[in-house]
């Protein structure tokens, strides 16, 4: 592993994020058990008394309105547009990608101890290079490879194509997972990425079929992730009730239709108008509420886990800024920043509590929100596919809120109904993507077909019009981005 860390990857091959052809390399380099955190953190767990973490998430879509149809970060057709809507803020969000960059090195040179998490979509990340905005990727690599300031801040792998998990197909959740993987690793190095050991769902969408969880984990596991950020309303107790203490790690339950089991800890971000409690701080004053609580054995600081998009609306553009220093101020003047109340990353935490004895198999366990009535209907022990299904057709019939479609911090949007224009040429566009190459992967060696230019450029189809954007933003422009892509990548694929 060390010897490929001192190499490095392409970023763009073919005008083409670097997305595909290295996949053993990254296996290779994410399955290691070393710690991430523990050897440079500065925080001695005896001395806290709550912990609180907060995360950034960030992204922009690709989409085909270039001024010849190309290819195009949404961003950049912000700033080619600035009279349409709010493009105006182009600028503003530009700014709030690159920030932290500054942000964080001026805390640690007056000598505060800050903690952030950063989650950014592969279209994102590919969207600034696409723009020639290598001054916000560079702030970016200053926190993330720098030594001196890249113990105060944490990568949240995620979705590449920023796809909602359980309306994607699911042979292409791991495809997404190694694309971010691989590009990231192609901007930040390999070093970098071996320390990216927690997952952010896009939208906060946790899966709730039985089968699309459990190969969501396994997929997560598979690749490296040691944990998942999770919305509190998604989960419930395994006997179906709200949970106990939302301040605790807990151990997330994925059981599937054959009887199958598998878990992943779970670090539970409150409810909440996310965007403005991360703005203005909330969480840090929530832990201030909070004292240590016993967990098996030990005595450990509870956390208090919260994110929010890191570049909209008014408060978050404008105020996080002075309200993250004075926080960090704050607690410098009430311990020194390393005592009492805390910030950590979610990786630190946990690698904290588990120094201090914490054992996994204390943590209170938990399952997607409404699991609960189909295990009441079907022996979790002995499951068979045809008695899950049966069981989720009567719920619905008894309970017309019940559904399998998720649940996410947009419970107020369905990311299914009413969609069929966009759903329906998705997954026929991931079919003819797996009956393509699927075989081919089979019999040849994968990394001789995923490093192939048609390979790159089917798969970066497949996996833009996943993207969450064209259903958030309803019927229109946005729908008609994703049928120009569907087009482009049938077209391709028949090509072949």
């Known amino acids: 592993m060390l010897s490929l860390q001192n190499t490095s990857i392409p970023e763009i091959i073919d005008g083409l994020p670097n997305i595909s052809g290295w996949e053993a390399e990254v ?22 008394n709550a912990v609180f973490a907060i995360a950034l998430h960030m992204h922009q879509p690709t989409i085909p309105a270039g001024s010849g149809g190309e290819l195009i970060s949404n961003l950049q057709y912000m700033f080619a547009h600035p009279q349409e809507g709010d493009n105006h803020n182009a600028g503003p969000f530009a700014y709030c990608y690159s920030r932290m960059g500054e942000l964080i ?109 459990f190969q969501f984990i396994k997929a997560l596991k ?13 989960v419930e107790t395994i006997d179906g009730q709200s949970l106990i203490d939302k301040h605790l790690p807990h151990r997330l339950i994925a059981r599937n239709s054959q009887g199958e089991t598998i878990s992943i800890i779970a670090l539970i ?15 840090y004053y929530e832990a201030k509420t909070l004292s240590k609580r016993q967990l098996g054995n030990v005595e450990i600081p509870p956390i208090v886990s919260q994110i929010g998009d890191g570049e909209n609306g008014g408060v978050m553009m404008n105020e996080f800024p002075s309200a993250f220093k004075q926080a960090w101020w704050d607690m410098v003047n009430n311990g020194g920043g390393k005592s009492g109340i805390v910030g950590l990353c979610g990786t630190e935490y ?23 009535q189909i295990w009441q209907r079907v022996s979790p022990d002995s499951p068979q596919p045809e008695a899950v299904e049966n069981a989720i057709q009567e719920i619905k019939q008894i309970n017309s809120h019940f559904h399998v ?40 060696s994968v990394s001789s077909i995923t490093k192939r230019a048609d390979y790159r450029q089917a798969l970066l189809h ?3 019009l996943q993207t969450s954007c064209f259903r958030y ?24």
């Not at 598979?222 to 998604?234: A, D, I, P, S």
């Not at 198999?361 to 609960?372: L, R």
């Not at 109904?417 to 998705?426: A, F, I, R, T």
């Not at 422009?477 to 049928?483: I, P």
């Open 27 to 48: 296996l290779s380099i994410v399955n290691n058990d070393a710690p991430v955190f523990l050897p440079t953190t500065n925080i001695k767990l005896e001395d806290v």
């Open 105 to 213: 090195p001026e805390l640690v040179n007056q000598g505060c101890n800050p903690r952030v998490m950063l989650d950014y979509s592969g279209n994102l990340l590919w969207g600034l290079r696409q723009m020639g905005r290598d001054d916000v990727l560079d702030n970016l690599k200053r926190i993330t490879c720098d030594r001196t300031y890249q113990p105060y801040v944490e990568w949240l792998g995620t979705m590449w194509g920023h796809a909602v998990i359980p309306s994607t197909p699911i042979q292409d959740i791991k495809l997404h997972i190694l694309a971010w993987q691989q590009y990231f690793a192609a901007i930040f190095g390999w070093e970098a990425l071996a320390r990216v050991k927690g997952f952010s769902p896009p939208e906060m969408h946790l899966p709730n079929h039985p089968d699309t969880l």
């Open 222 to 234: 598979e690749c490296g992730y040691r944990w998942l950020l999770v919305q509190e309303h998604t």
């Open 269 to 283: 971000k409150t409810q909440g108008s996310d965007t403005k409690l991360v703005a203005q701080m909330q969480p």
């Open 350 to 372: 946990l690698e904290l509590i588990e120094a201090a004895g914490c054992k996994v198999e204390d943590f209170p366990t938990c399952q997607p929100v409404g699991q609960h």
């Open 405 to 444: 479609e998720g649940a996410s911090w947009t419970n107020h949007i369905s990311w299914v109904k009413g969609y069929e224009n966009v759903l329906s040429p998705m997954y026929e566009l991931s079919s003819v993507f797996h009956q393509k190459f699927d075989n081919l992967l089979l019999n040849d």
């Open 462 to 464: 497949n996996l833009l």
């Open 473 to 496: 933003w309803g019927q229109g422009a946005w729908t008609d981005y994703a049928r120009e892509i569907y087009q482009r990548g049938k077209h391709f694929l028949t090509s072949i």
